[in-house]
């Protein structure tokens, strides 16, 4: 009789414990962010297209996929992603395709829009930068 309450005991704390488990549930910026294939609407540098041919966001150009588990694509580059803050207003770029990894602030993010402001290397001259805004919208 003993072993079948101990044994009802312990059946009861683990079904307790299992039911107060935290469920994890993603932020909405993640959501946002992830449940798209974007297409880049515009890529500015110093407020002019920078997309066509050997622009300066060339690469950049066709659809973006950010996967949840920090992997996916901007046109051309594929990589890695992050958020770069708490507050999820920014996210960093790395791949073997960039020659540094782009941290970009999102300066909207709605289910209809994805604004990206950063800043990024001139390649003739590195030391100098362009201000970037790449606008995207799901496909």
Not at 64 to 83: A, L, R
Request: hydrophobic share 40%.
């Amino acid at each position: 009789m003993k072993k079948k309450v101990l044994f009802l005991a312990l059946v009861l704390v683990a079904s307790v414990y299992i039911s107060c488990k935290k469920e994890v549930t993603n932020s909405d910026n993640l959501n946002l962010l992830t449940s798209h294939i974007w297409t880049a609407d515009s890529l500015l540098a110093d407020g002019n297209d920078a997309s066509g041919q050997n622009g300066l966001l060339e690469m950049f150009k066709g659809d973006t996929k950010f996967n949840e588990d920090g992997t996916g694509y901007v046109g051309e580059i594929t990589g890695t992603w992050k958020f770069s803050n708490d507050e999820e207003t920014a996210l960093t770029i790395t791949s073997d395709s960039l020659v540094i990894p782009v941290t970009a602030n999102i300066a909207e993010l709605t289910a209809q829009s994805l604004k990206l402001t950063t800043v990024f290397p001139l390649p003739t001259t590195p030391v100098t930068t362009a201000k970037v805004r790449m606008t995207f919208i799901p496909k």
